[in-house]
């Protein structure tokens, strides 16, 4: 675990480019490793994020995490859509985007 302003950064997981069968399913078992820990901030591909919520489904967690989430999940409904309860309070940052003249 490492410090940074207060917060305690338990874990830094990388989801490989090209995932065997289980991978999603070993990412959950890691953040299980640090049992107190309970905020995930995830910034994935929203097929990604989409098989870390099933993943965390099919091993009973649903609820158990507090994700915070990126654009790439925050005004879409595919990548929660069947596993709302996996992702139930869920907080996604979605940047106001403008266009720069020139």
Request: one cysteine or more; proline letters at 5%.
């Amino acid at each position: 675990a490492r410090w940074a302003g207060g917060l305690c950064i338990a874990q830094s997981i990388k989801i490989p480019r090209e995932p065997r069968a289980g991978a999603y399913a070993q990412v959950v078992q890691r953040l299980m490793e640090t049992s107190t820990a309970r905020g995930v901030v995830i910034f994935a591909h929203e097929d990604d994020i989409r098989r870390v919520l099933e993943a965390t489904a099919q091993a009973n967690l649903s609820g158990h995490f507090a994700w915070v989430g990126s654009d790439s999940w925050g005004a879409k409904m595919a990548p929660v859509q069947g596993l709302e309860e996996a992702a139930h309070g869920a907080i996604t940052i979605l940047p106001k985007r403008a266009s720069v003249p020139g």
